[in-house]
Nanobody, 123 residues
Framework: VQLQASGGGSVQAGGSLRLSCAASGRTFSNKAMGWFRQAPGKEREFVAAIGWGGPRAYYADSVKDRFAISRDIPKDELYLQMNSLKPEDTAVYYC?????????????????WGQGTQVTVSG
């Protein structure tokens, strides 16, 4: 099972980026998935999650109204649209998948992880 994250880069504050996460080896189309991030010297933190049935999406307060998580079911891909980026959003972003469909904010409950993609916001 592989989760491949991509789309990171360097942007000025106020800019936008769209992260993608492609799954292979297993389908996550009816499972919960999430995005986490880890800044240098800090713990990995929850960013956003999307479930299946019930509440569809949940966001950390720090990104609410700026980030949007979505998924393409046929392609089995996960996305994170990040707008109005701030320097404090700088981190390595990881996509993660669960074996069930329940939204979760605790990284320890995710079973599969991508390799991470760097997001750097300057200004």
């Amino acid at each position: 099972v592989q989760l491949q994250a991509s789309g990171g880069g360097s942007v000025q504050a106020g800019g936008s980026l769209r992260l993608s996460c492609a799954a292979s080896g297993r389908t996550f189309s009816n499972k919960a998935m999430g995005w986490f991030r880890q800044a240098p010297g800090k713990e990995r933190e929850f960013v956003a999650a999307i479930g299946w049935g019930g509440p569809r999406a949940y966001y950390a307060d720090s990104v609410k109204d700026r980030f949007a998580i979505s998924r393409d079911i046929p392609k089995d891909e996960l996305y994170l649209q990040m707008n109005s980026l701030k320097p404090e959003d700088t981190a390595v972003y990881y996509c993660a998948g669960r074996r069930d469909s329940k939204i979760a904010t605790d990284a320890r409950t995710y079973d599969y992880w991508g390799q991470g993609t760097q997001v750097t916001v300057s200004g």
